[in-house]
């Protein structure tokens, strides 16, 4: 309860780790489960006489914590892991790139590949930050098409291969709501019509666009709204008329948490994570998919990273369109090859139709937004002064 | 000869770990060659550029030349990044240019040719931004950190009010420092004069009070306050419990300006009662009573003899928690919430999130010539070597 509260609480201008902290997990190669890896290296230093032993090769993969990373380690870091014997490391993050960048230019790198916004991936890559993305080592698609004509237009880019499809939308929880029930990217901000706190992202990103289109702007003009100052005013001002019933999240762990906890009666979230929540927890809680804000997950790898080999091999292993469709089956989150939309199946646990519940399906998409990563990898730093001079207002 | 000799490993300990770095993070608030060392031949043929017209083809092409050879020393983004923040929207101008420049024949006129890429390009501002960007020595920092900025046509002018961060922070942070010297000295105070009058062994114990929590991890004790303090926390419950306050009504005292202020006056206390103790230990009970014999009421005695008497200890405690409190840092960023923010919040946001450490060291910079300044007020009105620390 205490980190709970805490993580609510966090401060805008520094970032902490997630939710249990600097969390780190282990995968161990040729393990499926997850049987202490210390135990294993017990029982090998005993084997070998308690000399010192070259470890078995490994590396770091940085993910953001919660139903996500676990749908990740079960969908291809353990099958990689088991297949390839390179343990897998996991360690949470919230995005951003102020830590590859400190690890970069200290000449310390300990991440070796990350999941991270499209947007930052680009950042990255233009910084040098990031390992050139080589195509050559991405497998065909299913259908023996080459990887590049496989990937959906613009989810490669020069440092990082889009790996799925999610898109931030925001859910409430029904049991608020019996009556009458929030259903347009409007309603999120009729505290009159809706009453009950938000929650929503310590960032800028999507809040400005989500302000803009609950303020009336049509999808096809929210960006050129925002690059220009009426608009950017305009979408201040539509935050204003909720700021004091904002709760702020940095996790893509706390929405659902806030939302069960009736800490919140409705919050923006990662679409997957609130299915999850339904599927996997039985939660009352409803996604509104007007408005969405679709955008890719990219992998990239991280520059000087330490095990560059077995984070090849690893990147390779996880671009396939048989991982893309393996995480689809734990978490509502699309491939983003082409070969593998027509393999989204079930969800594995439950029997769950996943379809209806990916961002990328038409009815879901019809009233949705692309994010457009190019406008905010350029005004980022801007765009977060003047949210950061919002909030202290 | 010989205390020279004795204080020398600390000097050269104190230089190497303390005044060597904070002259580095000064030296970066006004100097930053990355820009100037990145694209010399354009920045010189900028100097004679009238600065009104799109400049000429020699520019442009000079330009692109630099900036090529930038992407192939991998240190374009770096260089974009610094030309975004003097004017934001260069960056991808930069890198899209270059990105599309690069293995492209050379064109006829670079100048067409970028400005076909990006119009941008034929904008006299993106030329000024350029320019100043590559400023080797530049106030910019300390400009920006005071929410005002470089006209494009030379001049300073303030910061649109959205963008206004740091004044009204600074301000904040000066209020509310104040504020929490005061709401220590009140409480410290009348502390400080019971341990210096109790009898030896209750004094110690009480000592031992104020000693215990100063002793113990900063974090623990912050963390401490959010378990007192939060909505579902010990205080809230208690209210709640005995009916004060309803179960929907708990009463938000910490992640805001409420948290800030209790956990750092607590955190704070013992640095205004340790100088005030160490002074009022000094001052004979007598005095007191030969006041009092004179026929002085308590509040006169207090007031005419007492309170002077204690004044070096007042100072020191106060000079203390305020400059103290000016930089505090991990308080405010744990139980600030958003409202509960200070000055040095932004400075570790400039160090960790956006990393322009120019602008952090810009921001450390004027709280350093902010305390020195408080010191040279304070010597003059107290007088340092009236202080007593303990």
């Known amino acids: 309860m205490l980190l709970q509260s805490q993580l609510h609480g966090w401060s805008p201008l520094v970032r902490f780790p997630g939710p249990g902290g600097q969390c780190s997990r282990t995968v161990p190669a040729g393990m499926s489960g997850r049987t202490g890896p210390a135990a294993l290296l017990l029982l090998l230093a005993l084997l070998t006489g308690g000399r010192p032993l070259a470890l078995a090769e490994s590396l770091t993969m940085v993910s953001w914590g919660g139903s996500y990373a676990r749908a990740c380690e079960k969908a291809f870091y353990e099958p990689f892991a088991s297949e390839s014997g390179i343990e897998v490391r996991v360690e949470d993050y919230n995005g951003g790139l102020a830590q590859i960048r400190a690890q970069v230019e200290t000449g310390n790198v300990h991440w070796d590949v990350v999941d991270m916004e499209m947007a930052d991936a680009v950042r990255g890559c233009d910084e040098g930050l990031l390992e050139p993305v080589d195509l050559g080592a991405l497998a065909p698609g299913a259908d023996g098409k080459p990887a590049e004509e496989d990937f959906y237009p613009g989810s490669l880019t020069e440092c990082g291969v889009g790996t799925l499809f999610y898109s931030t939308i925001y859910a409430y929880n029904l049991e608020r709501f019996p009556g009458n029930r929030p259903s347009t990217i409007a309603d999120f901000f009729d505290l009159e019509k809706f009453p009950g706190r938000r929650g929503m992202r310590r960032t800028p990103q999507v809040n400005m666009e989500f302000a803009l289109m609950a303020d009336g702007v049509p999808l096809d003009q929210v960006y050129a709204a925002l690059r220009t100052q009426e608009g950017l005013n305009r979408a201040f001002r539509k935050l204003d008329s909720i700021k004091d019933h904002i709760v702020w999240w940095e996790a893509g762990a706390q929405p659902p948490q806030m939302l069960a906890d009736g800490e919140v009666t409705m919050s923006t979230a990662y679409n997957g994570r609130i299915f999850n929540a339904q599927v996997l927890e039985n939660q009352p809680f409803v996604i509104v998919w007007d408005g969405q804000l679709l955008d890719t997950g990219q992998l990239v790898i991280v520059a000087g990273s330490p095990n560059l080999e077995a984070a090849r091999k690893f990147f390779s292993f996880a671009t396939t369109v048989r991982s893309m469709v393996a995480v689809g089956r734990y978490i509502s989150y699309s491939p983003t090859r082409q070969s593998g939309t027509a393999l989204i199946s079930t969800h594995l646990e439950t029997g769950v139709d996943m379809k209806p519940h990916m961002p990328t399906t038409p009815e879901n998409a019809a009233r949705g937004l692309q994010y457009d990563w190019e406008w905010w990898s350029d005004h980022i730093d801007e765009m977060n002064l003047r949210f950061i001079a919002w909030l202290l207002r | 000869m010989r205390p020279a000799v004795l204080v020398l490993p600390l000097a050269a300990f104190i230089l190497v770990t303390f005044v060597a770095p904070l002259l580095v993070m000064l030296g970066r608030s006004v100097h930053d060659p990355m820009v100037a060392d990145a694209l010399p031949e354009t920045l010189g043929l900028l100097r004679s550029w009238d600065g009104k017209r799109v400049p000429p083809e020699a520019v442009f092409e000079t330009m692109a030349r630099e900036l090529l050879k930038a992407r192939r020393e991998k240190s374009l983004g770096r260089i974009a990044t610094r030309v975004n923040r003097v004017q934001a929207g260069l960056r991808s101008v930069l890198m899209k240019s270059v990105r599309r420049l690069r293995g492209a024949q050379p064109p006829d006129s670079w100048r067409e040719a970028m400005i076909a890429l990006d119009p941008k390009w034929g904008q006299t501002r993106t030329w000024h931004a350029i320019r100043r960007a590559g400023e080797r020595f530049t106030l910019r920092h300390y400009l ?247």
């Open chain 2, 144 to 390: 920006h950190a005071l929410d005002m900025d470089q006209a494009p046509g030379g001049g300073i002018i303030r910061q649109p009010p959205d963008l206004r961060i740091y004044l009204p922070l600074l301000r904040r942070t000066l209020a509310v420092s104040l504020g929490i010297t005061l709401l220590c000295l009140l409480l410290g105070y009348p502390i400080a004069y019971l341990i210096a009058n109790a009898p030896p062994h209750r004094a110690n114990l009480l000592l031992l009070l104020v000693l215990v929590p100063f002793w113990t991890s900063l974090l623990v004790r912050t963390t401490s306050w959010i378990v007192l303090l939060q909505t579902q926390g010990v205080i809230n419950d208690l209210l709640a419990a005995v009916g004060l306050i309803a179960d929907d009504q708990r009463i938000s005292m910490i992640y805001n300006m409420t948290g800030t202020v209790v956990a750092m006056t607590h955190v704070l206390l013992p640095f205004m009662v340790l100088p005030l103790f160490s002074v009022m230990r000094t001052i004979p009970p007598l005095y007191m009573s030969a006041a009092a014999s004179l026929g002085a009421s308590f509040l006169q005695a207090f007031r005419r003899v007492y309170w002077p008497q204690t004044l070096p200890g007042v100072a020191a405690g106060s000079l203390l928690v305020f400059i103290l409190a000016i930089g505090y840092y991990i308080t405010p960023a744990l139980v600030g919430g958003q409202s509960g923010q200070l000055i040095s919040n932004m400075v570790a946001y400039h160090m960790q999130q956006s990393l322009n450490w120019g602008l952090a060291a810009a921001l450390g910079g004027i709280l350093l010539g902010g305390v020195f300044l408080l010191y040279l007020v304070f010597n003059r009105l107290v007088g340092v070597d009236r202080m007593r620390l303990g």
